[in-house]
Nanobody
């Protein structure tokens, strides 16, 4: 299956912004997740291949935006107004699915996504 590869992580101060990218070609349903130390994997935002957004987690709603560039098969997560609690490893994940399954499900759930990137670290400091 096509590989997923994240980039764009780094260190930023509170209130700053970062944009994560994920090369994600050929999948129907795609999402961004994160895992902070000692915590489970949290689904942040999902999107179908026709750019329909499935939903956002409450923790990031209004601050993060998921989008996709069809021309280069890249998934993005624009993160604004970053907080220390956003510090985590961020992953993109994907699955093959019909649109009806993907759209309207809200924030993605990690157990439903079988294909994962290697992750990229985001650190937010005050």
């Amino acid at each position: 299956q096509p590989q997923l590869m994240e980039s764009g992580g780094g260190s930023v101060q509170v209130g700053g912004s970062l944009t994560l990218s994920c090369a994600a070609a050929g999948y129907g349903c795609m999402g961004w997740f994160r895992q902070a130390p000692g915590k489970g994997r949290e689904g942040l935002a999902g999107l179908y291949s026709d750019d329909a957004v499935t939903g956002y987690a409450d923790s990031v709603k209004g601050r993060f935006t998921i989008s996709r560039d069809k021309a280069n098969d890249t998934l993005y997560l624009q993160m604004n107004n970053l907080k220390p609690e956003d510090t985590a490893i961020y992953y993109c994940a994907a699955r093959y699915s019909y649109r009806a399954w993907c759209v309207g499900r809200g924030a993605p759930r990690s157990v439903e996504y079988p294909h994962w990137g290697q992750g990229t670290q985001v650190t937010v400091s005050s």
